[in-house]
Structure formats: C-alpha cells, structure tokens
C-alpha cells in the first residue's frame, strides 16, 4: 500500500514537472539566447550583450514598447473599473429588466474569435470616421478594442470573488445608517481589492501582447510591440526581439511579485484588523 502511494505521488509530481517545463523552457530558452553574440538562432557561440545595446538604438521597438505601455495601463484602468461596475450588478442585483441580454453582452468577448470583434470594431470606427472625423485609428481606437476585451476578464475575477464575499457586511452597514454608495466604497471596495489587483495584472498582460485587435485597429505610425515584432519575425527571426522578450519578461515578473507582496500584506493587515475588531467586541 505504502508502494502504491509512493508511485502515484511521484507520478502525480512527474506530470506536474513535465507541464513546468514544457510551459517555462522556452521562456527560459529566448532569455538565454539573448545573450547570444551570435545572430543566428539556436547557435551559441559566446556570452554578449550587444544586443541589448543595438535595442536601445531601435527607435521603432522603443516606440512600440511605449505605444503599447501606454495603451494596456489604460486598459487595465479602465476594464477594471467598468468590470467592477458590471460585476457588480451581475452579483449584487438577481433581477432587473435585460439582466439576461446584459450578462451576454458582458461575456460575449470571452468566447468570441479576436478576428470577429477586431474585424467588427474596425467597420465600426471607419463608419462613425466618415460621419464625425473622429477617432483617428491609433492610440484611441486599440485602447478602445483593449477595454473591450479586458472589461470581460475583469468582471470574471471580480464575481468570483463577489460570490465569495458574505453580504452579511453590507447589509449591517446599511442597518448602521449607511447609503449605497457608501457601503459600496467603504464596505464592498476595500474587501475586493486582491480581486481588483488581479484583474488589473491580468488585462494588463493581455493588452501588452494583443496581436489580432491591435492589427485591425491601428493605424500609420501606430504599431505596437507585438505588431513590430510580429512583422520581423515573418522576415526572420532577429536577435533584438530577444532582448525585447527578456526584458519584458522581467518587468512583468517584477510587478507579478511586488503585487504579490503587496496583496498580502493587505490581506494580513486586514485579518489583524477583523481580529482586533472582534476582541473590542467580546470586550
């Protein structure tokens, strides 16, 4: 029996390891070769960092980096505000008139092909263009696509964790004297900040690497990151589009671990303040 055990936890932890490697070596790969001296690919002939040097001289992966900076720290504001609000309603309020058409449209991007909703935004924007002048495709029009997107993924996090959440709190702050809004930004808020916080890293991430939407909706002088690299790549890989994975791959893993961090020191300092909060009571 202790054999049987031994062998199914090994082969369990087997599986579990195989699944790392198969997910992460690659990473793994990319960032060691971008320190390759050489530019052929997979031929490793010295350590070098000249390639991280060259990048700094690429003006066109510099502004795409920026470029799609910018647009995915606004997305992730954004989806996560109107993601909250859509959660928010989906969780709070059982029974209103359209819930069902509401809850649809909500989750539609969810299930729906990027090339649809890239391609259908596009005709959109072009015919609101020919009527007003405006949005020009660029900034504006992918940030658009973007929150779209993220808005779907944020109100996902934010339910499960409205669901979680006891309505025994809210509802003894209204006992209290308290109004809707106010239990909301004083109760309901700063119990679903980890959610918040995950929601905005995750939109975040998939605003920076959206190829499909980002390709329909931009316009001349408006490539982000993705695209430039997607557009060399067709040509042959290039040496600077591995230090161009590297270095995002760390500033993503700085900012999952900070979050990390972050989140949990909330969360201590929140059970220290329950725990403190039921002792007076008792008292």
């Known amino acids: 029996m202790n054999g049987q055990n031994f062998i199914q936890r090994w082969f369990g932890r087997g599986w579990l390891s195989l699944g790392y490697v198969f ?43 920026g470029l799609s900076l910018r647009i995915a720290v606004l997305t992730a504001f954004a989806s996560v505000i109107l993601g ?8 709070r309020y059982q029974r209103f008139h ?12 969810l299930v729906m092909p990027e090339v649809i909703i890239g391609l259908s935004l596009l005709l959109m924007l072009v015919s609101v263009q020919k009527m007003f002048g405006f949005p020009e495709r660029g900034l504006m ?24 959440m006891s309505k025994s709190l809210e509802e ?11 239990v909301f930004f004083l109760v ?20 920076l690497d959206d190829v499909v939407l980002s390709a329909f909706l931009s316009g001349p002088g408006s490539s982000t990151m993705p695209i430039v690299i997607f557009s060399r790549a067709r040509l042959g890989l290039d040496p600077r589009v591995n230090a161009v994975a590297a270095l ?9 671990v900070a979050s990390s961090l972050w989140m949990a020191r909330a969360e201590r300092l929140r059970q220290k303040q329950i725990s403190a909060a039921f002792k007076a009571d008792n008292e």
């Open 248 to 256: 995002t791959i760390l500033v993503v893993s700085v900012a999952v």
């Open 188 to 207: 309901t808020l700063p119990n679903i900040t980890q959610a918040l916080g995950s929601a905005w890293l995750l939109t975040f991430t998939l605003s």
């Open 141 to 164: 029009t992918i940030w658009l696509g973007h929150t779209l997107l993220g808005m779907a993924y944020a109100a996902v996090v934010v339910q499960s964790r409205l669901q979680e």
């Open 23 to 65: 997910l992460y070596l690659p990473i793994v790969v990319l960032v060691v070769f971008s320190f390759n001296s050489s530019r052929q690919d997979m031929v490793w002939s010295g350590f070098s960092t000249k390639w991280y040097g060259e990048l700094m001289n690429d003006t066109e992966i510099i502004s795409g980096f």
């Open 172 to 182: 003894a702050a209204m006992d209290l004297g308290c109004k809707p809004h106010q």
């Open 84 to 91: 909250t609000f859509a959660a928010f309603v989906m969780n």
């Open 98 to 109: 359209g819930r069902t058409l509401f809850t649809g449209m909500v989750s539609a991007p």
